[in-house]
């Protein structure tokens, strides 16, 4: 009989790194100047996170936000294609939901150039979406957790499956599936701030994309596949910060001693920025100010305070 395939990304060592480092931490610190400089247009501030992870990440920037701006509506739209991650995240929003009511929290387990239209570019799968809404009731993270929960067992387990692409041979959907989650007694101030299926489409004012590429992909992909269409979703005054690795530390020594002829991260914040510049005529945008590389911030991670 043959098994479901299951997206793990090596997670056993993932979940080692997440939890005996800082790094969602730090990341969340050279965060909160981007965050208290935005300045949001009615009807909401709207935040894209281009791969929640396990949602630390996310949930210290939902704090910030409300640190910022405590009364005004909130759009968190998020993608993950792995159904742990999910959980892991989920199991994270009750509190936020409390502390910050007008909130609009999407997830969905679409590709980067998808995600921020909520829509599948393949007609034959978009025809299986599944489109989920959550209205939760009550006024209590207790209460909002059991109802949370139990998306693993009715929706996530059936609907957050994943399969390979036939042809890279990378994790992909089996079927597109999106879950929007607000209070219930929210609705009516959120009204304007709902994604609609088939309607989805947003443009952010802070878009994050922490470690969203591996290290070895060169600039002309990383560019192409991941920052171009975060760009593209960005609102007028958008910004988009890109986080990634770039070795200086211990383990990138002894990689160099031990094989001197590799080098585990090609492309880094020169090369990238280079890339968008040259390419920078092909990003613009239908009805929108032409796109420029001050738009993006990439982060190296040897900028990071200790």
């Not at 989920?90 to 909130?103: A, G, I, M, Q, S």
């Not at 059936?158 to 219930?184: A, D, F, H, L, M």
Request: positive net charge; hydrophobic residues 35%; proline residues 6%.
């Amino acid at each position: 009989m043959k098994k479901n395939f299951r997206f793990f990304d090596n997670r056993q060592k993932y979940l080692l790194f997440v939890t005996t480092t800082n790094e969602k931490n730090k990341i969340a610190d050279n965060l909160k100047p981007i965050i208290q400089s935005v300045k949001p247009k009615h009807p909401a501030l709207k935040i894209f996170d281009a791969g929640m992870g396990d949602g630390s990440l996310l949930m210290s920037v939902m704090r910030q936000c409300h640190q910022k701006l405590p009364n005004i509506p909130l759009l968190v739209s998020t993608k993950e294609i792995s159904m742990e991650d999910v959980r892991l995240g989920l199991e994270k929003l009750p509190d936020r939901f409390v502390e910050h009511k007008n909130t609009v929290f999407v997830i969905s387990n679409l590709n980067y150039a998808e995600s921020t239209n909520l829509k599948s570019n393949n007609r034959f799968k978009q025809k299986k979406m599944n489109w989920k809404v959550v209205k939760l009731t009550g006024n209590s993270s207790l209460d909002f957790s059991a109802q949370l929960r139990r998306l693993n067992q009715e929706f996530l387990s059936k609907k957050w499956q994943v399969e390979r692409n036939p042809k890279t041979g990378n994790p992909t959907y089996k079927e597109p599936s999106v879950i929007v989650i607000y209070r219930k007694d929210q609705e009516f101030v959120l009204k304007d701030v709902i994604p609609k299926k088939n309607n989805g489409k947003n443009y952010y004012d802070i878009i994050i994309a922490s470690q969203p590429y591996r290290s070895r992909v060169t600039a002309e992909k990383k560019v192409k596949f991941v920052i171009e269409p975060m760009i593209k979703s960005l609102e007028k005054n958008g910004k988009l910060i890109v986080v990634h690795a770039c070795g200086g530390d211990p383990a990138n020594k002894i990689i160099k001693q031990v094989w001197p002829k590799e080098n585990p991260f090609p492309s880094l914040y020169p090369a990238i920025i280079r890339y968008i510049k040259s390419y920078v005529k092909k990003l613009s945008t239908p009805n929108r100010n032409p796109v420029n590389a001050e738009k993006t911030t990439v982060i190296d991670k040897r900028n990071f305070n200790n």
